[in-house]
Every structure is written in structure tokens, then in C-alpha cells.
T-cell receptor, first 116, second 114 residues
């Protein structure tokens, strides 16, 4: 399985500010995924980050609000821009396991953001 | 695109009873179906998964069944214990745009009462 580290684990943010979440994986992976989990809700895919190309965003998510970087095969960042209280969520980084694990997808610890 | 529906949204059982959670999916091309358990304040953890070439898989007290024709899959927990209390999510993976995309159900909050 992959070991995925996320920072920060928790933060309280002021309305209108931006926060960048970092995701580090202990092995090289082709795809990294960013999910959002709003309070009491399921997980929703924000975007898929492929190294060397622009991220692919899901319906309802745009690059201006959630810019993503993917500088190499083990690291990615997600920025939540111009935050509002509605952005209070858990943000989760995930990766697909190696070939031996098939399609198994692993999650980082998550970043709990509260916007006040 | 893929759509995953999950039922029930809440489930309350007595310790020792069985619990069953059901999910349906829409994309017949989906080929991998994981189940995640999320305890309060923690990330989702994979507990069991099943691939499209298998009809049933068991791991101790947990089992998953898949009916590809009907496009539904279920999680079965036997001899439930209080520590099984959590939110459970089903998901389906389908190939989209050259990569595997994981789509989640809405979740089931399971409460196991002593």
C-alpha cells in the first residue's frame, strides 16, 4: 500500500484567504486525486492531477478556485482560494496503488479546514 | 458517467446481529468495487473490495457480493460489534479519460448497540 502524507492536518482559515494543502507519497504514482468531503457528506472528486499536465477538473470545480500543482511523481498541492464558510470540509489526497494492488485507491489522512 | 446509490442511509443493529448495506451502480463498464469505513474524525479506510470477475469475497466477519447483471453489490457484516459503528461508503471505479475514477455512494451510518 502507499503511504500518503498530507499537510496541514487541520487549520482554521479566515474568510477570503487561500490555503495550500500538500500531499506527499512514498512512491512514484501516475495519478493523484483530490477529494472534498463536506460535513456529513460523501466524498466528491475535485480533480485528477497527472504529472506534467494540467489537472482535470470534475463538474462543479474550477481551476481558479482549486488550483492544483503536480511538479513530480510523488507530490501534489491543492489550493483552496478565496475561502468562504462553504469551503469548510475535509480535503483528501488519494492515489492508485501499484500494479500489484490493481485498482486499489488509498487516502491520505485528510486536511480538516474550517473557514470562519 | 457513473452514478452510485447506497441504502440505507442509517442502520441501527444490536450487537451480534448482521448488517447489510446495498449499492447500485449505473455504468456497466465499472470493474472494481471497494468499501470504505470512516470512523469519526478519521479518513476513509479500505475494508474490502471486489472485482468484476468475482461474485463474492469474504474476510472474516465481512463479505461483499456482486451481481453484475443487476449492477448491484452489497456489504455484509456478521456478528456486529460496537467497534463496527462508523460510516460506510461503497464506491465504483470506472475507466474515464484514460484513468480510473472512483465514485462514492452517499454513505451509511451504522450504529451497533451493546
Amino acid at each position: 500500500s502507499a503511504v500518503i502524507s498530507q499537510k496541514p492536518s487541520r487549520d482554521i482559515c479566515q474568510r477570503g484567504t487561500s490555503l495550500t494543502i500538500q500531499c506527499q507519497v512514498d512512491s512514484q504514482v501516475t495519478m493523484m486525486f483530490w477529494y472534498r468531503q463536506q460535513p456529513g457528506q460523501s466524498l466528491t472528486l475535485i480533480a485528477t492531477a497527472n504529472q506534467g499536465s494540467e489537472a482535470t477538473y470534475e463538474s462543479g470545480f474550477v481551476i481558479d478556485k482549486f488550483p492544483i500543482s503536480r511538479p513530480n511523481l510523488t507530490f501534489s498541492t491543492l489550493t483552496v482560494s478565496n475561502m468562504s464558510p462553504e469551503d469548510s470540509s475535509i480535503y483528501l489526497c488519494s492515489v492508485e496503488g501499484d500494479r500489484g494492488s490493481g485498482n486499489t485507491i488509498y487516502f491520505g489522512e485528510g486536511s480538516w479546514l474550517t473557514v470562519v | 458517467g457513473e452514478n452510485v446509490e447506497q441504502h440505507p442511509s442509517t442502520l441501527s443493529v444490536q450487537e451480534g446481529d448482521s448488517a447489510v448495506i446495498k449499492c447500485t451502480y449505473s455504468d456497466s463498464a465499472s470493474n472494481y468495487f471497494p468499501w470504505y469505513k470512516q470512523e469519526l474524525g478519521k479518513r476513509p479506510q479500505l475494508i474490502i473490495d471486489i472485482r468484476s470477475n468475482v461474485g463474492e469475497k469474504k474476510d472474516q466477519r465481512i463479505a461483499v457480493t456482486l451481481n453484475k447483471t443487476a449492477k448491484h453489490f452489497s456489504l455484509h457484516i456478521t456478528e456486529t460489534q460496537p467497534e463496527d459503528s462508523a460510516v460506510y461508503f461503497c464506491a465504483a471505479v470506472a475507466l474515464s479519460g484514460g484513468y480510473n475514477k472512483l465514485i462514492f455512494g452517499a454513505g451509511t451510518r451504522l450504529a451497533v448497540h451493546p
